[in-house]
């Protein structure tokens, strides 16, 4: 298990289910990045910058948060699907340029899922969900 890099700190008295879901994605999306970030330096050996900017990246692209989510589904429980839905079903704004509208908003659902479950200091659930992002790349190595 990761250590945590910094303790979450709750807004106000606020339960956590009554966060909007955009605020939840967008630690989530922080909370994200920085998962994939401690993987690929434990356990890559990469560690030029560019090359781990490139590796991470690759996870964490509205195009794979989206896959990614789509492979979580079987594993939620009904109130974990229900934050990513409430996430994804969420008014974020315009997506990059670059990303399809549709995996732009799946991909908010995966990052209000994660910021949830970071508030909830469920820490071993999001590390399983996490893993599953990897679990991809070895199977192809």
């Not at 509205?62 to 699907?81: D, G, I, N, V, Y």
């Not at 399809?100 to 949830?116: F, I, K, M, N, S």
């Amino acid at each position: 298990m990761l250590d945590p890099v910094v303790a979450p700190i709750i807004p106000g008295d606020t339960p956590v289910n009554l966060l909007p879901p955009i605020v939840l994605a967008y630690i989530g999306d922080a909370v994200f990045e920085v998962y994939v970030r401690q993987k690929l330096i434990l356990d890559a050996a990469i560690r030029k910058p560019n090359q781990l900017h490139r590796a991470a990246s690759k996870h964490v692209s509205a195009a794979a948060q989206a896959r990614l989510l789509e492979k979580w589904q079987p594993l939620l429980t009904e109130e974990e699907a229900d934050i990513a839905r409430r996430g994804r079903n969420s008014k974020s704004g315009q997506p990059p340029k670059n990303a399809d509208p549709g995996e732009y908003r799946h991909a908010t659902g995966l990052e209000c899922l994660v910021g949830y479950l970071y508030y909830r200091g469920e820490r071993a659930r999001l590390e399983q969900l996490i893993g599953l992002a990897f679990e991809e790349d070895r199977t192809k190595a």
